[in-house]
């Protein structure tokens, strides 16, 4: 069974650009969630996707969104990307009732 | 609120001590899950344990044991005869209301 597959592994972006990340989740896992992580503030909740629909939301700006695809992908996009936007990106893919949750390997994004 | 509370920081033993890494949590929820993940430096989120709230049973698996006590709120992860591929960051976290909220991770430093 393949494990949760981020890409890219890496992006470099400006101050003012926006990016887009993807995540594709177990095969047969409905859920998934984004998470951002930095030595700062630790790994904090984006939002959470089941079925296309945004379930669950965390405390970031609107310039943080996401979408879930039929085939259960998802993206996430930051727009207007500032220099504290540089983190490491997890996303986590899960089964019923977020049980369990499986973690991709994430994507380094680096603002400058 | 759900809060996840993993007090020490940083934490550094000389192999084959054991080591405990505390977690606290806190939710009004009856019904919630609690997890153990590693992050080796690669980044990557390893699952290692599950627990859900109305089983309080113990669990070891090799050098790994769980203590989860509900009337503290505690769930903590003791490693015994620490080797130096344990080193790595090791997050508690808690899932209820479709979310899982992590703990600020504590670091495991496993010295030669």
């Known amino acids: 069974k393949a494990g949760v597959t981020q890409t890219p592994r890496y992006l470099i972006k400006t101050r003012g650009q926006q990016v887009t990340l993807s995540c594709s989740p177990i095969s047969g896992h409905r859920s998934v969630s984004w998470y951002q992580q930095t030595p700062g503030q630790g790994l904090q909740f984006l939002f959470e996707?089941?079925?296309?629909?945004?379930?669950n939301k965390g405390n970031f700006p609107g310039r943080f969104s996401g979408r879930q695809f039929s085939n259960s992908r998802s993206e996430m996009n930051v727009s207007t990307l500032e220099l504290g936007d540089s983190a490491l990106y997890l996303c986590?893919?899960?089964?019923?009732?977020?049980?369990?949750?499986?973690f991709g390997q994430g994507t380094r994004l680096t603002v400058v | 609120a759900q809060k996840v509370t993993q007090a020490q920081t940083e934490i550094s033993v000389v192999e084959k001590e054991d080591v405990t890494l505390d977690c606290v949590y806190e939710t009004r929820d009856t019904t919630y899950y609690l997890f153990w993940y590693k992050q080796p430096p690669s980044g990557e989120l390893v699952f290692l344990i599950r627990?859900?709230?109305?089983?309080?049973q113990n669990e070891i698996s090799g050098r790994y044991s769980w203590n989860f006590q509900k009337s503290t709120s505690s769930f903590n992860f003791t490693i015994t005869a620490s080797q130096v591929v344990d080193s790595a960051v090791y997050f508690c976290a808690l899932s209820s209301d479709d979310k899982i909220i992590f703990g600020k991770g504590t670091r495991l430093h496993i010295l030669p």
């Open positions: 627990r859900n709230s109305f089983d309080e």
């Open positions: 986590a893919s899960s089964g019923y009732l977020n049980t369990e949750a499986f």
């Open positions: 996707y089941f079925s296309e629909t945004q379930r």
